[in-house]
């Protein structure tokens, strides 16, 4: 059998395009996300308006949330997560009965 070819990663193509590429320089320190992604951003007013969106639409469709916070990363202010507050009596099935049954 010949020879295997090895992964072909992101590195690989960007030590092709530019051969003085260092890994080390493709990621933040803070928050480790890609410094060549196009990530949502803290202060950024277009980015906040699709977090509201995103929010707004998930507490419309899951009547168990009861709050989302979006988590950004302190140094750089990118978008990381979503932390959403669960209503665990829905969650768990336990509905609130009327009082009329």
Same mark, same amino acid.
């Given at each position: ?13 960007? &030590? &092709?395009?530019?051969p003085k590429y260092d890994d ?10 890609? &410094? ?5 951003m803290k202060g950024n007013k ?49 509905? &609130? ?5």
């Amino acid at each position: 059998m010949g020879r295997r070819p090895k992964k072909l990663t992101r590195a690989y193509f960007e &030590k &092709k395009k530019n051969p003085k590429y260092d890994d080390k320089d493709a990621v933040t320190e803070c928050c480790g996300e890609p &410094k060549t992604q196009d990530a949502m951003m803290k202060g950024n007013k277009r980015d906040w308006k699709l977090i509201e969106n995103h929010i707004e639409e998930h507490l419309r469709r899951y009547s168990s949330t009861l709050s989302v916070e979006p988590i950004f990363c302190k140094e750089c202010g990118r978008f990381q997560q979503y932390l959403c507050e669960q209503d665990v009596d829905q969650t768990l099935g336990y509905r &609130k009965k009327n009082d009329r049954n």
